[in-house]
């Protein structure tokens, strides 16, 4: 199946921890994105790659930093993990200004405790 | 920066009805997008849209551009369409991908 797809489903973590998410997609899409939907349900940018360049980066801490090891995967690790990075996290991927938008993947449900 | 607003924030309606679901936003913009985020969570694309109007099924999505005001129309609602309807805009000028999020119409269909 095309898709994107991001693994773990869930993620429990302790305060501190150092953990990743990856997305990977095979749908030969040139952009790949990460983003945060808070508690409210508020979604918001955190990154995007398009052809391995970074280019956005919305005011996110450094502690989330974006790997990109090819055009098919975006990797989101994120260092010293706080209560407040507990959140939905989204990958997603375009095709420029593909007239079918994005495709998201399922999400990852971080639980920092 | 674009302020995306939304209307209503939570729409119950009965099946059969003809819904719609309202989004503003403040400054131009270079597209519109239309998501639909289901229950378990996941979020499904339905449109982008720059001028005009498309329609996939029982779906249609309008824009004026000048009124900087969009509409999202479901025909013959059905149970299966409850979720939350998020529109999305990207500003003229912004990054590629620089999706800017209203905070999503919760849609409850009952039968």
């Known amino acids: 199946d095309t898709a994107v797809s991001q693994t773990p489903k869930y993620l429990v973590t302790q305060m501190g921890n150092d953990k990743s998410i990856k997305c990977e997609q095979n749908l030969g899409h040139d952009t790949m994105y990460w983003y945060k939907q808070d508690s409210k349900k508020f979604l918001k940018i955190m990154f995007s790659y398009n052809n391995k360049e970074l280019i956005i980066n919305e005011t996110v801490p450094n502690r989330f930093s974006p790997k990109s090891p090819d055009k098919a995967h975006l990797n989101l690790h994120i260092n010293s993990l706080e209560l407040g990075d507990s959140a939905v996290y989204f990958c997603?991927?375009?095709?420029?200004?593909?007239?079918?938008?994005?495709?998201f993947g399922s999400g990852t449900r971080l639980t920092v405790v | 920066k674009n302020e995306v607003e939304q209307s209503p924030q939570n729409l119950t309606a009965q099946e059969g009805e003809f819904i719609t679901i309202n989004c503003s936003y403040s400054v131009g913009i270079s597209a519109l997008h239309w998501l639909q985020q289901h229950p378990g969570g996941g979020i499904v694309s339905l449109f982008m849209?720059?001028?005009g109007k498309k329609k996939h099924g029982r779906l249609i999505a309008t824009i004026n551009i000048q009124e900087k005001h969009s509409s999202l129309h479901i025909t013959a609602s059905h149970p299966r369409d409850s979720a939350v309807y998020i529109c999305?805009?990207?500003?003229?000028?912004?990054?590629?991908?620089?999706?800017?999020f209203g905070k999503g119409t919760k849609l409850s269909v009952k039968p």
């Open positions: 999305a805009v990207t500003d003229y000028g912004g990054s590629q991908g620089n999706l800017i």
């Open positions: 849209l720059s001028s």
């Open positions: 997603a991927s375009s095709q420029g200004w593909s007239d079918l938008g994005y495709t």
